[in-house]
C-alpha cells in the first residue's frame, strides 16, 4: 500500500473509522490502540470499551526467552498539549495503566490508505504487522455497510531458532450498555447478565458476547462475536481484569470470582479455559479473551485473521430535533431501527458472512483503493479519507432503508451547542449538504434517496423546502414554524436541491422529480423575484446560520447555476432569458474590479458588504461539476478566485482574534471565510468570518483546478493536509459544527476537477478536458476503474461493475495545467 509511514510519536491524533454506513464503529489508533468505541447508535468519540486489546506471547527453546507484549506503543505523556476542539489524541487511563503494569511494543508505524490501516510493530522477538479495515466497495452499498471490523496479523521469524507464539485478543461484552454514557473498568448502566460462550464453526473459533437480562427495546440490545481463524484457539471467556487474561497467556488459566484469583496450571487443551460462572452481576459486564497459537520455523512467516463483529438493531430518534417542543410526542422514543439488522439476524450472523467471503471483501476494497495509485500520496490518502465521513456516525440507514446524515458528530467542538455525545444538526440539513459531493459519487442510490425524501416528506404543500426532515419521516414536518440554523428555510438550501436534482438526473437517476421542482421553483421566484428581474431579493436565509439580504453573489451564483440546471429539465421556456438577466446584473453591481462583493440593505447586521467572501463563487463551483460553463465572465471568475487565495489565505495565526471556533491556530495555512481587503469591516459581519472550514477550502481549491489556477489550489490544500496530517488533527475527522463533518466531502470535486472527467448518463458521453498526462479514478454510477491520459490518448480501464459500452470520451481542452503536489503536467 503506498501511503506515508506515520512513527507513533506524530501520529498522536491518528484515528481510523472501522465500520461501515449506519452501522457505528470503532477506531484504530496510529499507536495501535482500539478506541472511540460507537456501536451502539450513537456518535461518542470519548466511548470507551475497558480492556480491549491485542497482545503476543513469544517463546523460544534456545536461547530460552519467553515474552508477553501489549501490541500498543507508549502513550504520550500526560499534559501533553492537545489541539482545540479535538480528542482524537485521547488515549483512556485504563490503557495508560495497563500499559504501566505490563511491557507494550517499543514503537509503531502507521501507513493508511482508506479503508485500509497497516500498523508495524517495533521491538519484538518476531516481526509484526497488522491489517485492519471495514469493506469498502463504491456503488455496493450492502457490503459497505458491514458492523464488522477486520484484522489480519502477518508474523514471521527472521531468527535462526524457532519460535512458539500466541496472539491474543482481548474484548469487553458491550451488549446491554447505551453507548453514550461512561464505562469503568467493567461497571456500567445497561450491563447486567452478560454472558460469554465459546463457538467453533468451519475452522474458525468465536467467543459470542450477549446479555441475558437486557430488555430487547433498548438502545443496547444486542450481540457482538469475536472469533478467530483458528481452530485451535483457546479462550478464557469471561474475566473481570486484565491480569487474569494475560495469565492466562503467560500459561496459567485462571478461574475464581470478583474478589479472588486462583491459579491452576496451563494445559495444551485447547477447549475453553476455565471460566467465571454464570451471567454477569447487576452493573457488571464479563471480559473474554482468545489465544491463537503459531509455531514458527526460521526464516517461516504465518497469519492469523481477527474478525469482531456486532449487531445493534435498535436506534432511537433520541436526538433533540430541531423546531419548536412538540406536546403531543410527549417522552415516545421513535424507533428508525438498521438497514443491516434487516439483513443479518445477529452478529453470528455478520460474522459468517464476513468468514466466508473475506478474501471477496478485500480483494475488492484493495481494487479500490488500487486506484489511487497514480495520485500524488497526500492526495491519495486525504481524498480516500471522504469516505470515513460517510462511514461515521455522521450517517445511517434506517430500518426502511432511508438514508439520513446529521451535520456531524457531537465532540470537543460542540458543547456550547449541544454537548458531546451524538449526533450535530439533525437531519439532511440542505445547505451543508450542498457541499458534500462523495455520497453521490460513491453511493449514488443514497443521494437518490435523500432527493426522494426532499421531495416526498420534506417538501411543504407552499412548495418550499425546509432545510431539514424531522424523523421518523410519518411526523409532520417543519412547515410554518421556526427551524433552527437559520430560522427560516434555507434559500441555499432549496437552490441546491435543484443543483443536486441535476446532479442526479445526469448519473442516471430514473426518478421524476419535475412536478415538485416546479412547485419549488415557483415559490422561490414570487418569494425573492416576482418581478423576474434575473436577481434574488429580500431576506435570504443561509448556511451561515444568519440571514443574507440585498445582491449577493453567494446566493446569486448558486441561484444561475440553478437557473441553468432548471432550463436543462425542461422547467420553464423563459429561464434562459431569466438566467441571462441575472448573470449580466449580478456582475454589473457587483464585481469591483477584482472580486465579488455585497450589496446589503442598509441598518443591517451579519452582512459582508465590502469583503472577499470565500464561497462567494460557489455557484459556478457547481456550474462546472454539472457540465453548466460559466455563469458569470469567465476573467472576472478568475480574477475573483485568485482575490479569494490572496487576500483569505492566512499563514500564521498567532495573536490572531477567533470569536468562535478555533479550526486553524499557531503556524497553520488555512482559508478564512471572509475579508476586508479594502476595509469597511462591519461592525457584526457576517458570522463565521473568521473561521476555516475544509469544505469551503476543497470548494475553492477545486474550483481552482477548473480554471487552471493550479498554484492556488496547491497552495489551499497543502496548508488543509498539514492541518490534518496527524501530528495535531486526525486526517480522518475533519471538524466544523462536529466531528466527521458532511461539509468537508466538497473534497471529492477535488479529485473531479483534477480528473477533468464529467459523465452525462442522458447523453452517454464522458467528457475529459485537458489536465496533461496522468492517471485518476474514474468512479460512474455503473462502475469504476481508472481513467489514464498519456501520449497515446485518453483510456478507460474498468475495474467493478460495468463502464457503458457505449460512452464516447471526448477530449475537451481548456487553458491551464492541472495538477497537485507536481501531478499533471501542462496543456497537452
Known sequence: MRARPIPHERGRHVAMPLGGIGTGNLAICADGGLRQ??????????????????????????????????????PPAPGAEGTPLVNDDHVPAWQRELLTRHPGVRGTTFRGLYPFARIEYHGLPVRAELEAFNPLIPLDVERSSLPVAMFTFTLANDGAVPAQVWLAAAVQNPVGHDGSTAVEGVRAAGYGGNTNRVRRHGGWSALVMENTRVDPAAPGAGQAVLSADSPHASFLPQWAHPEEFLSFLAGRAVYGDADRVRHASWSPDPQIGRAWPGPSPAGHTWNGGLVAPVTLEPGASAQIRICLAWHFPNRYADFIQFGPPNPAWGPTRFWLGNAYAT??????????????????????????TGTFAGLPVDLAEHLAAQAAILRSPSCFLAADGTFYGFEGVLGASTPMWSGDVGGSCPLNCT???????????????????????????????????PHRVLAPAYLRQLWDVPIGGPTEPALDGMLGALLKT????????????????????????????????????????????????????YMGGLWLAALRAAAEMGLGDDLPELFARGSALYDERLFNGEYYIQEPEPGTDYQWGTGCLSDQLIGQWWAHQLGLGHILPR??????????????????????????????????TGLLMCTWPRGGRPEVPTRYCDEVWTGSEYQVAAHCLWEGLTEEADAILGG???????????????????????RAMAGWSVLDAMSGAVWDAGTGRLTVRDRGHGRWP?????????????????HVTCLYGELPSGASV??????????VGGHGGGEG
Open 37 to 74: 468505541w460507537q456501536l451502539q447508535n450513537s456518535g461518542n468519540h470519548l466511548g470507551g470499551l475497558p480492556y480491549t486489546f491485542f497482545a503476543l506471547r513469544v517463546s523460544t527453546w534456545e536461547p530460552p526467552a519467553n515474552r508477553t507484549v501489549i501490541l500498543q506503543a507508549p
Open 343 to 368: 439483513r443479518f439476524p445477529d452478529a453470528i450472523d455478520v460474522a459468517a458472512y464476513t468468514q466466508e467471503h473475506w478474501t471477496g471483501l478485500r480483494d475488492d476494497s484493495l481494487r479500490w
Open 431 to 465: 445547505h451543508v449538504w450542498n457541499y458534500a459531493q462523495a455520497v453521490a459519487k460513491l453511493f449514488p442510490t443514497l443521494e437518490r434517496d435523500m432527493r426522494a425524501t426532499e421531495f416526498g416528506v420534506t417538501q411543504a404543500p407552499q412548495g418550499y423546502l
Open 502 to 553: 441535476f446532479r442526479e438526473v445526469r448519473h442516471g437517476d430514473p426518478a421524476d422529480h419535475r412536478p415538485a421542482l416546479r412547485r419549488l421553483l415557483g415559490h422561490i421566484r414570487r418569494t425573492w423575484d416576482p418581478e423576474a428581474t434575473g436577481v434574488l431579493r429580500g431576506v435570504q436565509p443561509s448556511t451561515h446560520d444568519i440571514d443574507l439580504n440585498g445582491l449577493n453573489p
Open 635 to 668: 476573467e472576472h471568475v478568475v480574477s475573483a478566485l485568485r482575490a479569494i487565495v490572496r487576500h483569505n489565505l492566512r499563514t500564521g495565526f498567532e495573536g490572531f482574534e477567533h470569536p468562535y471556533r478555533v479550526f486553524a491556530d499557531g503556524g497553520d
Open 720 to 742: 488543509l493536509w498539514r492541518r490534518y496530517d496527524g501530528r495535531r488533527r486526525n486526517p480522518y475527522n475533519q471538524i466544523e459544527c462536529g466531528d466527521h463533518y458532511v
Open 778 to 794: 474514474l468512479l460512474l454510477p455503473t462502475g469504476w476503474g481508472h481513467l489514464t491520459r498519456d501520449a497515446d490518448g485518453v
Open 810 to 819: 471526448e477530449e475537451a481542452a481548456q487553458p491551464g495545467a492541472y495538477g
